[in-house]
């Protein structure tokens, strides 16, 4: 022990710190209930707040480990990155934010692909991830996307697309907007050909993605208290010049309006597409 860490002698207060910057991280506080929570129950608990059902944001590998079979899956189109068709710059280049957010996430782009076993069924997964640039899709989500639905289409798997979204890429301009149809086109064809489609719509599902595949599932459904819609509740405010309603814009009030087919806790999700799939499907 004696040569790994020692006191640092003569400083006051150090101690203290020390033991702030240890204890630090280890809980947090609930952002609905209030209550301070053990970050690991938080985690073994997927997320949820164990007082009040809280639903926190999950992100994209902690969703497929969710959601396949003993947390397996083969990653797909994992080397595909953006080629910054645009050259866009902000307040640095895009490439720039992209190499950043490559390096910070470990993933290509705002999206993992993955293949395996649901409930003993071979289906395809997308799981959108917002800490990579807000979850925004551009043209690499787009692709992956497509050729998730593709491999759907060609092994008859059904496919599930978890989103999790700003919208649309800026970055990418009109590039980003040509994935809706692009998507759009290639679900058209999984319906067709009579393959299911379900769309989960996780916190904050907004934008492009809300305009296209999120709302075209054979099956929509929400977890609890997410934010569903395209444009944001000030935008709307301002331009239609009303006062929005009281839950406006989450998943219970869309399931109430006819928006939604059925609002999921996370922890019944995986036995609900199950479920799901097996009428679809048998
Ligand atoms: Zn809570």
Redesign the pocket.
Same mark, same amino acid.
């Given at each position: 022990m004696a040569w790994f860490a020692r006191e640092k002698p003569g400083v006051e207060g150090t101690a203290e710190s020390e033991k702030r910057v240890r204890t630090e991280g280890l809980w947090l506080k *609930?952002e609905? *209930?209030g209550?301070i929570i053990w970050k690991k129950t938080l985690d073994e608990n997927m997320q949820v *707040?164990p007082?009040?059902e809280?639903h926190f944001r999950l992100d994209a590998r902690a969703r497929l480990a969710m959601l396949f079979d003993d947390g397996g899956y083969e990653e797909l189109d994992s080397r595909l990155i953006s080629t910054d068709p645009l050259h866009f710059e902000d307040s640095k280049t895009y490439s720039a934010r992209l190499e950043a957010m490559r390096a910070s996430t470990g993933i290509s782009d705002a999206l993992i692909s993955g293949e395996g076993k649901l409930e003993g069924r071979r289906v395809q997964i997308c799981a959108m991830e917002l800490k990579f640039i807000g979850g925004s899709m551009g043209a690499v989500v787009g692709e992956k996307i497509t050729r998730a639905i593709e491999r759907g289409l060609n092994k008859r798997e059904p496919v599930i697309i978890v989103s999790a979204s700003g919208g649309a890429r800026m970055q990418e301009g009109a590039i980003s907007l040509m994935q809706l149809a692009k998507i759009s086109a290639a679900l058209m064809r999984l319906d067709e050909a009579r393959v299911p489609y379900i769309s989960v719509m996780t916190d904050p599902t907004t934008g492009g993605v809300t305009a296209s595949f999120a709302m075209l599932g054979d099956l929509n459904i929400a977890e609890p208290g997410a934010l569903i819609g395209f444009a944001g509740p000030r935008v709307i405010e301002q331009t239609i010049r009303q006062k929005l309603p009281q839950g406006f814009q989450t998943s219970e009030f869309l399931l109430e309006h006819g928006f939604l087919d059925a609002v999921v806790k996370r922890s019944e999700m995986k036995s609900y597409i199950a479920r799901s799939l097996s009428f679809f499907c048998d």
């Open positions: *609930c609905s *209930c209550q *707040c007082k009040c809280h």
